[in-house]
């Protein structure tokens, strides 16, 4: 599936959502799943931003969470429990898969990947996408993100945050 395909099928979502008054779409990240789906961060008008999963058989946009972006911190949003129904030759059946997810947005400057681990124990390293976004994804209920993250610059230096009172900040 393109990211121009993917891109039409959020689109037209949207249009079709009331809430929103023709929203004009930016897909920030896409990144697979599992051979069914594409998990994907939307910024759907202004700073409302939404993430979700695009199932490639049956090419709809199912959305998880809508957000505000933050200006001065880490903007982030997690979930241990998603549940999507899987699909087999494009059909739909009785089975779900169960996800966890950590993903979110840096407003930093100089900073290529960040780190984090599952349950404080399973670390991982991933790139942010266009230096700002990013999503981890673990295909198991109950995996929940630790309080304390890294960002990682080019040089490979890490920077601490720490999640204390509802957000992340960097020291």
Same mark, same amino acid.
């Given at each position: 599936?393109?990211? &121009?395909?993917?891109? /039409?099928?959020?689109?037209?979502?949207?249009?079709?959502?009331?809430?929103?008054?023709?929203?004009?779409?930016?897909? *920030?990240?896409? !990144?697979?799943?599992?051979?069914?789906?594409?998990?994907?961060?939307?910024? =759907?008008?202004? &700073? !409302?931003?939404?993430?979700?999963?695009?199932? !490639?058989? $049956?090419?709809?946009?199912?959305?998880?969470? &809508?957000?505000? *972006?933050?200006?001065?911190?880490? %903007?982030? +949003?997690?979930?241990?429990?998603?549940?999507?129904? /899987?699909?087999?030759?494009?059909? %739909?059946? *009785?089975?779900?898969? =169960?996800?966890?997810?950590? $993903?979110?947005?840096?407003?930093?400057?100089?900073?290529? !990947? =960040?780190?984090?681990?599952?349950?404080?124990?399973? +670390? &991982?390293?991933?790139? $942010?996408?266009? #230096?700002?976004?990013?999503?981890? %994804?673990?295909?198991?209920?109950?995996?929940? #993100?630790?309080?304390?993250?890294? $960002?990682?610059?080019?040089?490979?230096?890490?920077? *601490?945050?720490?999640?204390?009172?509802?957000?992340? +900040?960097?020291?």
């Amino acid at each position: 599936m393109s990211e &121009e395909e993917i891109y /039409k099928i959020v689109q037209n979502h949207y249009d079709e959502d009331q809430f929103f008054d023709k929203p004009e779409i930016q897909i *920030k990240l896409i !990144k697979d799943l599992d051979s069914e789906y594409k998990a994907v961060i939307v910024n =759907v008008e202004n &700073e !409302k931003y939404a993430y979700g999963f695009v199932n !490639k058989s $049956l090419k709809k946009y199912n959305p998880f969470q &809508e957000f505000d *972006k933050k200006k001065d911190r880490i %903007t982030h +949003a997690s979930s241990w429990g998603i549940q999507l129904i /899987k699909t087999i030759n494009g059909q %739909t059946n *009785k089975e779900k898969q =169960v996800y966890s997810t950590f $993903l979110g947005i840096i407003p930093y400057e100089g900073y290529s !990947k =960040v780190e984090m681990s599952w349950n404080c124990k399973q +670390a &991982e390293t991933i790139e $942010l996408v266009d #230096r700002k976004y990013f999503m981890f %994804t673990y295909p198991k209920g109950n995996m929940r #993100r630790c309080n304390t993250i890294y $960002l990682i610059n080019d040089k490979g230096e890490k920077s *601490k945050v720490e999640y204390k009172n509802g957000k992340f +900040a960097l020291n």
